[in-house]
């Protein structure tokens, strides 16, 4: 037995409903093709892989794990966090392309593949294996026991089960699927690490699977990232501690459907921030007499990217000189500041840009479609044990 799908609230169904709409606001958006939407959806990839392992303790900057998309050597992160960086790149890549291949199987294979794509570079993990001892989860703060995951000899019959659980819809909605995909594989622990991460990789493959255009627009784990500490109170609330698959996990899909409203509130608002930021950018790089070529370069200055003379040539398929020139006519116009010695020179947004990013405005907060939860979570989550588990 697993976590089954529990019923639907009336709010869940408008929530729901909402994010629907956002979505097709999206696709209706995509069906054009405009010159950031590349852009946007690279990044949103960066921004997900950048959440999903600031969750476990591995921080990197936006552009260091943009880096990773292509392999590049990062700036700042060490190379420890960088492999495990990586690695989820690796596996979220595997994870995009399959979705979309009719000839694709997802079956237990294909799960304990990700895991090793995953952590292969740390074979002290066991990457692609399921675990053969007990594990326990620890609060790092308190060294407290907080879950116990069920018997390792139950494990391998849990994920056949949750196996044919993916594929199988029955009419549920995609994202309350691909939300009790993500609640299972983390409740079952299957692996001797990696458990989040699995979870979360699996959830977009889940999105991906069951249509949902554009995943990387879809992906909430950008939005966990930054709600870390909630994210864990609502497994802690859903798990009481150990493996209770009988539990409801009502406020777990409520707790998603808020974070997928909220993303794609987030994603609108990029959206509209990209078109306008590309509406200045033309005109200023006009009125300058710069190549259109830099537009792509100063709107990742805007976000916040460390530029890199190697990854513009790369990008843009100038030579190396010609990218120095670039460059150089970019610092000149107080567009870009470099930072550094020739060697490990970067450029980063100057006075210019900053002028800019005022113009185009600030960011749209998102409005919150469960006003009360944050309150019941706070709340649930210091009530300790309830009589469903007794």
Do not use: C
Request: proline share 5%; aromatic share 8%.
């Amino acid at each position: 037995m697993i976590y089954d799908f529990p019923d639907l609230g009336l709010e869940d169904v408008r929530v729901l409903e909402e994010i629907s709409g956002m979505r097709a606001e999206l696709a209706e958006h995509l069906r054009a093709p405009r010159r950031w939407t590349g852009r946007l959806r690279r990044t949103a990839l960066a921004r997900a892989i950048q959440g999903s392992n600031s969750i476990e303790g591995y921080h990197v900057e936006l552009d260091d794990a943009d880096a990773a998309l292509d392999d590049e050597e990062p700036l700042s992160a060490d190379q420890r966090t960088f492999a495990e960086i990586r690695g989820y790149r690796q596996a979220l890549g595997y994870v995009l392309a399959m979705a979309r291949d009719e000839h694709f199987v997802l079956d237990a294979s294909a799960l304990r593949s990700m895991h090793f794509m995953m952590l292969a570079h740390d074979l002290g993990k066991s990457p692609g294996q399921y675990r053969s001892r007990e594990i326990y989860v620890h609060d790092e703060r308190t060294e407290q026991v907080v879950y116990t995951g069920p018997a390792a000899d139950s494990v391998p019959t849990l994920m056949a089960e949750l196996v044919s659980d993916l594929n199988r819809h029955d009419g549920e909605d995609a994202l309350v699927h691909a939300a009790m995909a993500h609640l299972n594989v983390v409740m079952i622990h299957p692996f001797r690490d990696g458990n989040g991460r699995m979870a979360r990789a699996l959830q977009t493959l889940v999105l991906a699977r069951r249509g949902v255009a554009e995943p990387e627009f879809a992906s909430i784990e950008e939005w966990l990232g930054a709600n870390t500490d909630d994210y864990y109170r609502v497994l802690a609330i859903t798990g009481r501690g150990a493996w209770h698959p009988e539990r409801d996990a009502s406020l777990w899909v409520s707790f998603n459907l808020r974070a997928h409203h909220m993303q794609a509130q987030t994603v609108r608002d990029r959206w509209r921030r990209a078109q306008r930021s590309y509406e200045v950018l033309d005109r200023l790089v006009a009125v300058r007499g710069l190549p259109d070529r830099t537009i792509d370069a100063l709107y990742s200055g805007l976000l916040g990217f460390r530029l890199r003379r190697p990854t513009y040539v790369e990008q843009t398929g100038v030579d190396e000189r010609t990218a120095s020139r670039d460059f150089k006519a970019l610092a000149d116009a107080g567009l870009l500041r470099p930072v550094g010695e020739t060697k490990g020179r970067h450029y980063v947004a100057g006075a210019g840009l900053e002028e800019v990013r005022r113009e185009v405005g600030p960011s749209t907060p998102p409005v919150d479609p469960y006003p009360s939860m944050r309150h019941e979570i706070a709340v649930r989550a210091v009530a300790g044990p309830d009589p469903q588990v007794a």
